[in-house]
């Protein structure tokens, strides 16, 4: 039997885009995403030249149709976001057990976060640092990972703003990074939630892999369910790394910054910055004020709170 891996370079800006159109013909939909760039390199943007998306397909699903119906989306895709044609190489049982982990290696994000891979959790890192704080995540899974500009920003932010015993939410939580960052920087306690069933999963399955699952609390739904189940807050910090019409429409209709302590931060992020007018706009409406900004290549990250006087 072979497993056909079907494989397009990318950056750390696209990797997410093409993992989600891949993600429906992969084997129990995993996608992995090999960050290739310089780990030593703090720079947001050091990561990006390098991103290998790839997914697995056991043989009985394997047909030129399918192989057909991938080239289809990703030229579509293509049309919004320059890619190249996608590599399908056939891989024996042997070789596709560690296919997709011969290049992902530990990589460090602003001063002390580093990310490592499930399986080398418990190896020894040669490049570690004493006051590091360690996420340990599994890159097979596409959102989350650390490798797109927003995920890094918000991580900056979080690293920065961050201190034992504070409160933290995280609206629209995903692979769960930035509750777990949260939590591990020192963070009390970390409420997060997601409309999506499998991203609630991994939330809970990471934040057991990293030891904060006691301080990790995470709902499916919106944001009304997290209040209906923790309460209206307020946290010390929220984030929100979505979409901007996401954002948009959590600052007016469902109060997002009702949710944030009186002297507390909102971390808004997913915003591509010719969307930033939009979302300032809809921060001074509902009342709150930019303290700084974090860009990214093509991408912004607002850290704001409420106006002030």
Same mark, same amino acid.
């Given at each position: 039997?072979?497993?056909?891996?079907?494989?397009?370079?990318?950056?750390?800006?696209?990797?997410?885009?093409?993992?989600?159109?891949?993600?429906?013909?992969?084997?129990?939909?995993?996608?992995?995403?090999?960050?290739?760039?310089?780990?030593?390199?703090?720079?947001?943007?050091?990561?990006?030249?390098?991103?290998?998306?790839?997914?697995?397909?056991?043989?009985?699903?394997?047909?030129?149709?399918?192989?057909?119906?991938?080239?289809?989306?990703?030229?579509?895709?293509?049309?919004?976001?320059?890619?190249?044609?996608?590599?399908?190489?056939?891989?024996?049982?042997?070789?596709?057990?560690?296919?997709?982990?011969?290049?992902?290696?530990?990589?460090?994000?602003?001063?002390?976060?580093?990310?490592?891979?499930?399986?080398?959790?418990?190896?020894?890192?040669?490049?570690?640092?004493?006051?590091?704080?360690?996420?340990?995540?599994?890159?097979?899974?596409?959102?989350?990972?650390?490798?797109?500009?927003?995920?890094?920003?918000?991580?900056?932010?979080?690293?920065?703003?961050?201190?034992?015993?504070?409160?933290?939410?995280? =609206?629209?939580? +995903?692979?769960?990074?930035?509750? !777990?960052?949260? /939590?591990?920087?020192?963070? $009390?306690? @970390? %409420?997060?939630?997601?409309?999506?069933?499998?991203?609630?999963?991994?939330?809970?399955?990471?934040?057991?892999?990293?030891?904060?699952?006691?301080?990790?609390?995470?709902?499916?739904?919106?944001?009304?369910?997290?209040?209906?189940?923790?309460?209206?807050?307020?946290?010390?910090?929220?984030?929100?790394?979505?979409?901007?019409?996401?954002?948009?429409?959590?600052?007016?209709?469902?109060?997002?910054?009702?949710?944030?302590?009186?002297?507390?931060?909102?971390?808004?992020?997913?915003?591509?910055?010719?969307?930033?007018?939009?979302?300032?706009?809809?921060? =001074?409406?509902? +009342?709150?004020?930019?303290?700084? !900004?974090?860009? /990214?290549?093509?991408?912004? $990250?607002? @850290? %704001?709170?409420?106006?002030?006087?």
């Amino acid at each position: 039997m072979y497993w056909l891996e079907i494989s397009v370079q990318t950056d750390g800006e696209g990797a997410e885009a093409v993992a989600e159109v891949l993600r429906p013909f992969a084997y129990q939909e995993s996608v992995v995403l090999e960050q290739r760039g310089d780990e030593t390199n703090l720079d947001p943007d050091a990561l990006e030249p390098g991103v290998m998306v790839k997914i697995y397909v056991p043989e009985d699903d394997d047909s030129p149709a399918l192989r057909r119906r991938v080239a289809e989306v990703l030229y579509h895709l293509g049309r919004l976001y320059p890619l190249p044609e996608p590599t399908f190489r056939e891989l024996q049982d042997a070789d596709w057990a560690n296919a997709w982990k011969e290049h992902y290696r530990p990589f460090r994000l602003g001063r002390r976060l580093r990310i490592r891979p499930t399986w080398l959790a418990h190896e020894p890192d040669d490049d570690a640092r004493p006051d590091d704080v360690t996420l340990v995540l599994d890159p097979g899974m596409a959102f989350g990972t650390g490798l797109h500009p927003t995920t890094q920003s918000c991580l900056r932010a979080l690293e920065d703003l961050v201190a034992p015993g504070m409160t933290v939410l995280d =609206a629209g939580t +995903g692979s769960g990074i930035l509750a !777990i960052a949260a /939590a591990r920087l020192g963070a $009390t306690s @970390v %409420a997060a939630f997601d409309t999506d069933a499998l991203a609630v999963r991994a939330t809970l399955d990471n934040a057991a892999q990293n030891g904060v699952a006691e301080r990790l609390r995470v709902w499916r739904g919106e944001l009304d369910s997290v209040r209906a189940e923790a309460g209206p807050g307020p946290w010390d910090i929220v984030v929100a790394n979505i979409l901007a019409p996401v954002i948009i429409g959590l600052l007016g209709e469902q109060g997002l910054l009702d949710t944030v302590a009186p002297d507390g931060q909102l971390i808004l992020s997913g915003i591509i910055d010719e969307q930033g007018p939009d979302v300032e706009a809809a921060l =001074a409406a509902a +009342g709150g004020q930019v303290r700084r !900004i974090i860009t /990214a290549g093509d991408w912004v $990250t607002y @850290v %704001a709170g409420h106006r002030q006087g």
